[in-house]
């Protein structure tokens, strides 16, 4: 125990952004990590550097800082594709974040993959990155967007989805790999062993998966995978798709500019290699090179530590909470099935109001409905407050945040 | 501003206990509004007195914060009774001070200010709908009512 | 001009980059501007300064960093509508740059208003991002696409651009306000008081003309307008898009996800207000709040002595280049309806290869097709070299440039 | 590698000058490719002498900078004569060694490789057309060809 605070104190050291004081005198306590992560010092050097000493557009010029530029920009795709178990980097698409990622997948393969009656499904843990685009899908198209409903211990329940598949006509099923509210972990092998039988494509949401557990896409087997940097100590703007070459391959284009053409002429065109094809544009140049830097860094404490430790600091904060009265817990008690997330409602107070308390002292919390509105509804609440953890997170903020939430209590005369 | 300051006595018990919450069957002037970043979400209820314009009946009905339930309260009971004309021209600085919520941060203003913009909006487009011909300057007073409700927060 | 030189050196001061070597012992001379240009040390603390002290996510959150990293974020919105001349801040989208700018316009409005027969009008001189998004949209839709050609000074023959609005069934005229390999800077108010006799909505590409010369969009009278950060001292992966509200209220909503939306249900969704409605998913916060310092930085020197420079520079290049035999320079001779680009070819030097023998010298200029192959295969030729300039290059550079031009010509024993 | 190591006279002679410049009317083998981020764009015709199973011509068209235009005539010159077995082994080095450019940086060798690119995928696509049944030895054989050109940069 000692050792594992010792080497937190060497973690947090790196993340200038804990040292800060809100309202003058209020160490800041970040507990909303499944919203965006901070940032190592090495990742905001490694911007910083890039901007320095070899900004420059990347593939189109011969000049040596473009070449300094390219290799780094590229060699992002390799460490993510290791990061992953991806086989092949140029399989990754970079992205602004997991939600254009999804909608590249709406448009580019769904556009021409799903036709009238044909049912998609998801989830009623989803984020709205994974309902909406597939709203507006099945609206062009007149098909059908099919929930799999959750029990009460927020797993979902898979029954459905065999009702479902059995039914037919189902050509996506899309899911998050961890819920952002409840925590939940997905049991994707179960989802898309399921799948494969009747041949139905999945793409798996790993905005929260990739940043906090071990992710093997290979092993995995499914047809697409997203995730965000920014919610894994990486900068905000930089995103990836994955999807294997045979599938990637008969996507068609989705945004069209520069880089993604092979030759330009004036009535036809023709496109560029993957993943190119799909790259349009100047991309986020130095953000993709500051994911790079945030890989390295998860990779250096190991993504195993990182999950033991949100585990630990999960059932801590779980057995705290439980003292409190009053308190209403949504998701699964059982941390061993759940990421390092704790939605929760506090009495009659409204998260907004009690997010504003905490904060007092220093504290962000998320409050809201996470993007998450559909879970809302079925939980029949109209927010929730949640508190997510992080590899920098300690057990003594978890004591604070106790504090803080035993004055709220006496604001609000419970 | 310290937050202890802003959950005072008042606000608390505002939201534990609502002024004119609740519904009108066949209102004259309905509106629904959320806020989406936050999900604080309002249904506005009016009756319109015609004979003197003004405001005979008001209620709410929905789901926010302590800030937004009783910011929508005190709007409410600063609306009921109040000529139309002098109803469009209550702003934000009317409810927040009430509320002694001047020094609100931009995130939670748009709680507290959401009934205010519905308010805004209802009337607008009750009175787009109700004044047939309506002649120039009248119609650079909807405008501009438009513009308050939309450049609120 | 001692004064200028003066005042140049010290800006130069406030880009690192140009302080740094290429192969040992070369400063680097930095002459591709147009594909993207070098930061000040300003941007670079910003967005350093946000991920270090305030990084968190923005508008859905109610603790302190949060509040602070949305009021920067929308900061940035009131310098640009104050930059660009643009009277309702909530007009401007934030997107990836331009190219991302001009396919929502493609998606979001053009599809639904583009339909079978219907004309798009697009230039010779476009980058390939004001032209494949087209391509596409009028495959889709059946549509047709046509183009204004260019004279031999490089300017556009607008006798077409009267026959095309007179044929009829023209929807859209879209251009670039500055050709990014001529430097051609366009009639745009000609342009479009044309275009509004007809009712035809214009969409001006600025990713060359607001960075170098004064842009106000509420003169102008265009339908859309989009520029990209990185070309404008800021940082990679930030853009905007600009549509009068009354446009934006008839536009379908692009990506769907977080933020856009006001309410999710299980089955349909109601839109967020503008500008966020186009703005889904986590956005890049970070650059975003670097945009703003950019557009400082420019404003402190001013848009108008930026422009001055680049005439000024482009005047000794071309008088300089004229020196040199076998040089054969395209576009107009005259600076005063150019911006600070020149684009040419030196004898049968493919410009690959002179781009790799100037690199030898520190000399970083662009060569190639510079995403504007129509163009290229208008002046028949597959490639040209391009020096293009900003606020810190000098004339000293331009001598350079020259004795390593001589160099090549040398090598190549012509 | 020092540019000037670069543009030694044997480029320039070969991008003046290329080899088994020009086009086959009717060819046996035929591709075009292109290189996106440079313009490069290479034409390559071939005849098989079915016999032997061996290049019996080879011409290339197309337009590109002193390096690609010199890989082209090396590579043409290599090919030309070879069995396909030994043609489908030419790899990188054997290019790049010829004319000193090993130390090319990355965005350069795609104008060195790209003809030997469009070699081996239109080798790739002959073999595959004209194998009715292909063995599986021969398939793995193939993949690793399309995988080779596939993977050259
Ligand atoms: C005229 C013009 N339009 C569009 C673009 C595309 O901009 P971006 O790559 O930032 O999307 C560029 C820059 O390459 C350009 O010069
Ligand atoms: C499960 C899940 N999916 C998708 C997203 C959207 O990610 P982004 O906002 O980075 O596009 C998030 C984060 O907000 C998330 O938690």
């Known amino acids: 125990?000692?050792?594992?605070?010792?080497?937190?104190?060497?973690?947090?050291?790196?993340?200038?952004?804990?040292?800060?004081?809100?309202?003058?005198?209020?160490?800041?306590?970040?507990?909303?990590?499944?919203?965006?992560?901070?940032?190592?010092?090495?990742?905001?050097?490694?911007?910083?550097?890039?901007?320095?000493?070899?900004?420059?557009?990347?593939?189109?010029?011969?000049?040596?800082?473009?070449?300094?530029?390219?290799?780094?920009?590229?060699?992002?795709?390799?460490?993510?594709?290791?990061?992953?178990?991806?086989?092949?980097?140029?399989?990754?698409?970079?992205?602004?974040?997991?939600?254009?990622?999804?909608?590249?997948?709406?448009?580019?393969?769904?556009?021409?993959?799903?036709?009238?009656?044909?049912?998609?499904?998801?989830?009623?843990?989803?984020?709205?990155?994974?309902?909406?685009?597939?709203?507006?899908?099945?609206?062009?198209?007149?098909?059908?967007?099919?929930?799999?409903?959750?029990?009460?211990?927020?797993?979902?329940?898979?029954?459905?989805?065999?009702?479902?598949?059995?039914?037919?006509?189902?050509?996506?099923?899309?899911?998050?790999?961890?819920?952002?509210?409840?925590?939940?972990?997905?049991?994707?092998?179960?989802?898309?062993?399921?799948?494969?039988?009747?041949?139905?494509?999945?793409?798996?949401?790993?905005?929260?998966?990739?940043?906090?557990?071990?992710?093997?896409?290979?092993?995995?087997?499914?047809?697409?995978?997203?995730?965000?940097?920014?919610?894994?100590?990486?900068?905000?703007?930089?995103?990836?798709?994955?999807?294997?070459?045979?599938?990637?391959?008969?996507?068609?284009?989705?945004?069209?500019?520069?880089?993604?053409?092979?030759?330009?002429?004036?009535?036809?065109?023709?496109?560029?290699?993957?993943?190119?094809?799909?790259?349009?544009?100047?991309?986020?140049?130095?953000?993709?090179?500051?994911?790079?830097?945030?890989?390295?860094?998860?990779?250096?404490?190991?993504?195993?530590?990182?999950?033991?430790?949100?585990?630990?600091?999960?059932?801590y904060a779980l057995s705290k909470l439980d003292n409190i009265k009053n308190i209403v817990i949504y998701g699964n008690k059982d941390s061993a099935k759940s990421g390092g997330i704790i939605s929760f409602n506090f009495a009659d107070i409204h998260p907004h109001d009690l997010a504003t308390i905490l904060d007092e002292d220093g504290i962000a919390i998320r409050s809201g409905h996470h993007c998450a509105q559909v879970l809302m509804e079925k939980l029949d609440v109209p927010a929730t407050s949640r508190i997510s953890f992080y590899i920098y997170n300690t057990k003594n903020e978890i004591d604070k945040l106790v504090i803080s939430l035993e004055k709220a209590a006496r604001l609000f005369k419970l | 501003m310290s937050n202890s300051d802003i959950y005072h006595e008042m606000i608390i018990d505002y939201s534990r206990n609502p002024i004119n919450f609740g519904t009108i069957v066949k209102p004259d002037i309905f509106m629904h509004d959320s806020n989406p970043l936050c999900g604080d979400s309002i249904d506005l209820y009016m009756n319109v007195d015609d004979d003197v314009h003004s405001i005979s009946e008001i209620k709410f009905n929905g789901k926010g914060c302590a800030i937004c339930i009783a910011c929508t309260s005190v709007l409410t009971e600063i609306t009921k009774g109040k000529k139309i004309d002098d109803v469009i021209k209550i702003n934000k600085t009317d409810i927040l001070s009430e509320l002694g919520l001047q020094k609100l941060n931009p995130v939670r203003i748009k709680c507290a200010l959401l009934s205010l913009k519905i308010l805004k909006f209802s009337i607008y487009s009750y009175l787009s709908d109700k004044i047939k011909k309506i002649d120039d300057t009248r119609k650079t007073e909807l405008f501009k009512l438009k513009d308050d409700a939309t450049n609120l927060y």
Chains 1, 3 share one sequence.
Not at chain 1, 105 to 133: C, F, L, M, Q
Not at chain 1, 257 to 263: A, F, L, N, R
Not at chain 1, 264 to 278: A, I, Q
Request: charged fraction near 25%; proline fraction near 3%; hydrophobic fraction near 35%.
């Open chain 1, 1 to 315: 125990m000692k050792t594992q605070t010792t080497s937190i104190d060497y973690i947090r050291k790196d993340f200038p952004i804990l040292n800060r004081c809100v309202y003058d005198d209020k160490q800041l306590i970040y507990l909303d990590n499944a919203s965006t992560t901070q940032k190592p010092i090495q990742v905001i050097n490694a911007i910083n550097n890039f901007y320095r000493n070899y900004n420059s557009n990347i593939h189109r010029s011969v000049y040596s800082i473009a070449n300094e530029a390219t290799a780094a920009y590229e060699n992002t795709r390799s460490k993510i594709a290791k990061f992953l178990n991806i086989r092949n980097a140029k399989e990754i698409i970079f992205v602004r974040g997991t939600t254009e990622a999804i909608n590249l997948v709406a448009y580019s393969w769904g556009r021409n993959n799903i036709a009238k009656d044909d049912v998609i499904v998801t989830t009623e843990y989803e984020h709205h990155s994974n309902i909406v685009p597939w709203q507006l899908l099945v609206k062009e198209k007149q098909a059908k967007l099919k929930y799999i409903e959750i029990n009460e211990n927020g797993e979902l329940r898979l029954d459905q989805l065999d009702d479902y598949l059995e039914y037919g006509n189902v050509k996506l099923v899309t899911f998050s790999q961890m819920s952002n509210v409840l925590g939940t972990i997905t049991d994707s092998t179960k989802i898309i062993s399921k799948c494969k039988k009747y041949n139905v494509k999945t793409l798996i949401d790993g905005a929260q998966s990739a940043p906090h557990m071990k992710v093997n896409i290979d092993d995995i087997g499914c047809d697409f995978f997203a995730c965000s940097a920014h919610k894994m100590l990486g900068p905000t703007g930089v995103g990836i798709l994955w999807a294997p070459k045979n599938v990637m391959e008969h996507m068609v284009p989705f945004h069209g500019g520069g880089d993604m053409i092979k030759e330009v002429h004036k009535y036809e065109t023709t496109w560029n290699d993957l993943p190119y094809k799909f790259e349009a544009g100047t991309p986020n140049i130095a953000d993709v090179i500051g994911f790079s830097t945030a890989i390295d860094y998860i990779n250096d404490i190991g993504i195993d530590t990182i999950r033991n430790h949100e585990e630990d600091l999960r059932n």
